[in-house]
């Protein structure tokens, strides 16, 4: 099995038999990702192994806002006074099963944190919300920090991310 990728928008990849574990998800990806898209809510990109069409792990992209003093003061202190700042919401995020253990997941993740870097639109920040206990270990072993105002969703600040990726 191919452990190389390429990571595109959501188009006509087989996501038939997408299974990552947790059914709301690959529901999602199968009966909803493409209709958010065309109403322009939130982009998907998916993960496709090279020589092959078919899903092996997906994300979602979406604008957001985030209300300045849900950040700490050491994150705000240099910037303007703006009552909400700019970020990217990662809303989903699954590996499929068969693929899970093979970086997949942190791929996605650094594609997802590339993407609102180089986004045209300013962002500040990428945030996340975490469903369960074992997304919010993902998102912390790769650097998210909670809200202290909502401990289950995190954010990752770009340029934390771009020195990640350096
Ligand atoms: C969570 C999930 C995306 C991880 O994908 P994966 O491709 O198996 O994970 P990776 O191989 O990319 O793991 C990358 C790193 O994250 C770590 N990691 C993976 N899952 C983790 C978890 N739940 N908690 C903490 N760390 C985790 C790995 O140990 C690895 O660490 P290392 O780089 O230091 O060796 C995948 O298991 C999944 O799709 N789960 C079901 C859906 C889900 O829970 N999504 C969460 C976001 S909505």
Known sequence: MSDSFRIELLA?????GFTSGVEPLDRYLKAQAGQDMRRRVSNCFVAVPDGAATVAGFYTLAAASIPVHDLPDDQTRRLPRYPVLPAALIGRLAVDQGFSGK?????????AMLRALRAEPAVLTVIVDAKDDTTLAFYRHHGFQPFTARP???????????????
């Open 12 to 16: 006509g990849q087989d996501r038939a």
């Open 103 to 111: 970086q997949l997941g942190a791929t996605l993740l650094f594609d």
């Open 152 to 166: 289950s969703s995190l954010y990752l600040p770009v340029d934390t991310a771009a020195k990640l990726l350096r």
